[in-house]
């Protein structure tokens, strides 16, 4: 597994909705982070794995070295137990769902 980093790291892809979820997530609770793009082939995600022991996205490595993984609400859930939750979070909420796109989480 990692050594800590100094920020969070997230193995994510844009495509990958559980990864918009989870990012989504970080930015409303004003994380930064730092965003680790992986292979789409899953049998190209050897670093990835050595890191996070999986292949699956999202993942995420926590300031402290903590690795999330697996079902994205699960990560989510796990921040927020983690993360209080700031007062601007909602701005984010708001501004995304003024967005064309809509938003993500519920």
Same mark, same amino acid.
């Given at each position: 597994?990692?050594?800590?980093?100094? $920020?969070? @790291?997230?193995?994510?892809?844009?495509?990958? %909705?559980?990864?918009? &979820?989870?990012?989504?997530?970080?930015?409303?609770? +004003?994380?930064?982070?730092?965003?680790?793009?992986?292979?789409?082939?899953?049998?190209?995600?050897?670093? $990835?794995? @050595?890191?996070?022991?999986?292949?699956?996205? %999202?993942?995420?490595? &926590?300031?402290?070295?903590?690795?999330?993984?697996? +079902?994205?609400?699960?990560?989510?859930?796990?921040?927020?137990?983690?993360?209080?939750?700031?007062?601007?979070?909602?701005?984010?909420?708001?501004?995304?769902?003024?967005?064309?796109?809509?938003?993500?989480?519920?």
């Amino acid at each position: 597994m990692s050594s800590s980093p100094e $920020m969070i @790291q997230v193995f994510q892809a844009e495509w990958c %909705p559980f990864s918009a &979820l989870v990012r989504e997530r970080l930015n409303e609770l +004003d994380l930064p982070f730092v965003a680790l793009p992986v292979p789409v082939d899953r049998d190209q995600r050897d670093v $990835m794995e @050595q890191r996070t022991g999986t292949r699956a996205i %999202p993942a995420v490595i &926590l300031e402290d070295g903590t690795v999330l993984a697996g +079902d994205a609400t699960e990560i989510v859930a796990r921040l927020d137990a983690r993360y209080p939750e700031p007062a601007t979070a909602q701005d984010h909420r708001d501004a995304l769902a003024a967005h064309p796109l809509g938003r993500i989480l519920g």
